[in-house]
């Protein structure tokens, strides 16, 4: 039940962020937060379909999403929110425990630098464990109030 309430919570905080968005008066701060629980819900144990979406739901259509090594590309595609949906489909619930904290961030004119630290423990498709921990730097382009571009920088 209080998963369904923290559902209908951010769906109605984004609602009020895209409003925002409409005017001058962007409110960076609470967007951030939304974001960012939002993508830390995505690596929970126990992570639904219902919580990707709410996190999909913070993008654009044609998101470009560049994340180093893997995929050095930033270009926005036609299709991108429907890429990170495969993408991210294929890793829901793989994590036995996931912590994340954003650090710090700054806001430009249509943009975020979010600096966030997360650390995961989980379990591979063949049984075996993984585990890490990163301090990342996402760099987040903005159009009328979704992220447009993600470019991820860390180690």
Avoid: C, W
Avoid at 26 to 49: L, R, W
């Amino acid at each position: 039940m209080n998963k369904y309430i923290s559902i209908l919570a951010i769906s109605i905080s984004l609602i009020s962020t895209i409003a925002f968005a409409s005017d001058d008066k962007f409110d960076y701060e609470n967007f951030v937060k939304q974001y960012h629980q939002a993508m830390t819900n995505t690596q929970q144990p126990g992570v639904s379909k219902e919580d990707l979406e709410i996190y999909l739901s913070f993008l654009t259509d044609d998101v470009g999403n560049q994340h180093f090594p893997n995929a050095p590309d930033d270009s926005r595609e036609p299709d991108g929110k429907k890429l990170m949906r495969e993408g991210m489909s294929r890793y829901l619930g793989v994590h036995t425990d996931y912590k994340a904290k954003i650090l710090e961030y700054i806001v430009g004119y249509n943009s975020i630098a979010l600096k966030h630290t997360f650390s995961a423990t989980g379990l591979r498709s063949d049984g075996s464990e993984f585990s890490y921990s990163k301090v990342v730097l996402d760099v987040l382009e903005l159009e009328n109030g979704k992220v447009s571009v993600i470019r991820r920088y860390g180690k």
